[in-house]
Each structure stands twice: as structure tokens, then as C-alpha cells.
């Protein structure tokens, strides 16, 4: 069972920029993906972006493009969200989540093996 922590989250201006951070409790393998989502008072669960733990392949929703970068260090057992340039639309609790195996479409929650408890981004206008 991996357990998984987030931390990060605060009240920020729009414009501004924060950082999430996502850590595994223990080892994880190459053929898991690390992928972040997020939900909105009352709105779905939405995909944000994803990293392979192995290889440099990642992906973002066209939302975040360009604005969020995902990336992780492997001898920590850390995926990041570089989050910049922020919008009151961004406002979310941010989750972390594993999806193991190469199958399946990991923009999906629903196909997500783990889940973190989340952490509370807040972009004020």
C-alpha cells in the first residue's frame, strides 16, 4: 500500500506562484505514473498532469499548459507541481495519485490505484 502526503498549499495572489510536493512512503517502481488532479467545490475531480517514474515523458491538461510543471526526484520518492502564474480558476483541493501498470487512461480519477488526502490551493483575485 503506498501512502502518499501532500504539502504546499496556501492562499496566494493571482500572478503569484507555489509549489506542491507529493511524498511516497515507499519505494516506488518504474512502471508507476504520478500524476496530480484537482476539485473544485463543486466540480468533478479533474486531471492537472502526470509523470512517469521512469523516463522524462509528462502531460498536462490544456488548462495548466505552460503554467504548471511536473517533475520528481526519484531518491526522494517526491513528485513536484511547480505551479506559476495562478488564477482564481485554479482555486482546488490538489490531490496526489498513483496509477501502477501501463494501462488505462490516467486522466481518469477513477482508474487511480492510490490518493493522497489532499492540500488546499486558494488564488484570490
Known amino acids: 500500500q503506498v501512502q502518499l502526503v501532500e504539502s504546499g498549499g496556501g492562499l496566494v495572489q493571482a500572478g503569484g506562484s507555489l509549489r506542491l510536493s507529493c511524498s511516497a512512503s515507499e519505494r516506488t517502481f518504474s512502471n508507476y505514473l504520478m500524476a496530480w488532479f484537482r476539485q473544485a467545490p463543486g466540480k468533478e475531480r479533474e486531471f492537472v498532469a502526470a509523470i512517469r517514474w521512469s523516463g522524462d515523458n509528462t502531460n498536462y491538461a490544456d488548462s495548466v499548459k505552460g503554467r504548471f510543471t511536473i517533475s520528481r526526484d526519484n531518491a526522494k520518492n517526491t513528485v513536484y507541481l511547480q505551479m506559476n502564474s495562478l488564477k482564481p480558476e485554479d482555486t482546488a483541493v490538489y490531490y496526489c495519485?498513483?496509477?501502477?501498470?501501463?494501462?488505462?487512461?490516467?486522466?481518469?480519477?477513477?482508474?487511480?490505484?492510490?490518493w493522497g488526502k489532499g492540500t488546499l490551493v486558494t488564488v484570490s483575485s
Open positions: 495519485a498513483v496509477k501502477v501498470g501501463y494501462f488505462g487512461d490516467y486522466t481518469d480519477h477513477k482508474n487511480m490505484n492510490y
